[in-house]
């Protein structure tokens, strides 16, 4: 397997990787072609992010293993082969600024072993809030100051499964409150611009591709007329590219990383066992009967989505 190791095909997303909050999100997924992976190996799998000056950040390792293996990790077919979806979520550190992200393998067959070639993947990370933070510097003329702060504001509007409407619930929501307070300040302050409104949408993954890319490109126009109602008088937002929409048919990064921050209690194990179906159509029947089975993951994760 060692000596075939660049049948393996590797997506990094985002790439470069990116802060957000202090933190870096990294979402790696792993596909093995078919005739590949042994019946009898357990691959121990680690994403590194290794710097210039040489420093490795070894992120959570997670296993998968051939079909004789008498173990409780996803498996790889020998006939159809497989894949993996992997997510960590680690504080930002300067030795992150510019770095590689690898992948080691570490296989393991019986009381036999075999350590893969590092295989780099992709780049990190794009940090622009910290490098504002520690780069920011007056500009001074002979009469003149100035200073450019860039500040995003965001918030979040939920929806029923399988809706696009607007709830008024969720306009009076704290955050949408204090959104709408924001736009109406800035809108009246001379001293600052708003640049763009970009609006990302999404559908959870339990629904038909077809049903949900319909649904998420809705949601988006909903969403777009929602904070259009709040800048109508603002003309700046009459502007061509000035509202810009981004939607996600199928969020299944998204529900990984809701999946992993709830308090489920079998939570590794619904997504081991999802991580198993590479066919979004297959996937979508499983969380479905898994729905039925956890009513916290209809109740609590997939209405976020």
Not at 229 to 242: C, P, V
Request: glycine residues 6%; contains cysteine.
């Amino acid at each position: 397997m060692k000596k075939m190791q660049s049948v393996i095909k590797y997506t990094l997303l985002p790439n470069p990787l990116e802060m957000h909050a202090d933190s870096v999100v990294i979402n790696v997924t792993g596909k093995f072609p078919e005739k590949y992976y042994k019946k009898k190996v357990t691959c121990e799998i680690t994403p590194v992010l290794k710097s210039t000056s040489g420093t490795e950040i070894p992120l959570k390792m997670i296993k998968v293993q051939g079909e004789k293996v008498q173990d409780n990790n996803p498996v790889i077919k020998n006939l159809g082969g497989g894949s993996f979806t992997y997510t960590d979520k680690v504080a930002y550190t300067q030795d992150m600024r510019v770095c590689d992200v690898n992948v080691k393998i570490h296989a393991v067959v019986k009381k036999k072993f075999a350590d893969f070639d590092p295989v780099t993947i992709g780049q990190g990370t794009i940090a622009t809030s910290g490098l504002l933070e520690k780069d920011s510097k007056a500009i001074a003329a002979k009469d003149k100051f100035v200073r450019i702060i860039p500040e995003t504001k965001e918030a979040q509007i939920m929806y029923l499964i399988n809706q696009s409407n607007v709830r008024p619930g969720e306009l009076n929501k704290d955050e949408m409150k204090t959104l709408k307070k924001y736009l109406a300040a800035t809108q009246t302050n001379v001293r600052k611009e708003i640049k763009g409104v970009k609006i990302s949408s999404y559908a959870s993954p339990d629904g038909t591709e077809e049903l949900n890319a319909k649904l998420s490109t809705n949601r988006g126009t909903s969403g777009t007329t929602t904070i259009k109602g709040e800048l109508k008088k603002y003309e700046k937002a009459k502007a061509e590219g000035f509202f810009s929409e981004k939607a996600t048919a199928e969020d299944w990064d998204g529900f990984q990383s809701l999946m992993q921050a709830s308090d489920i209690a079998d939570k590794d194990l619904i997504i081991r066992v999802l991580s198993m179906y590479s066919d979004p159509v297959q996937r979508e029947k499983e969380i479905k009967n898994l729905s039925k089975a956890y009513t916290q993951v209809a109740d609590k994760v997939l209405p976020k989505l």
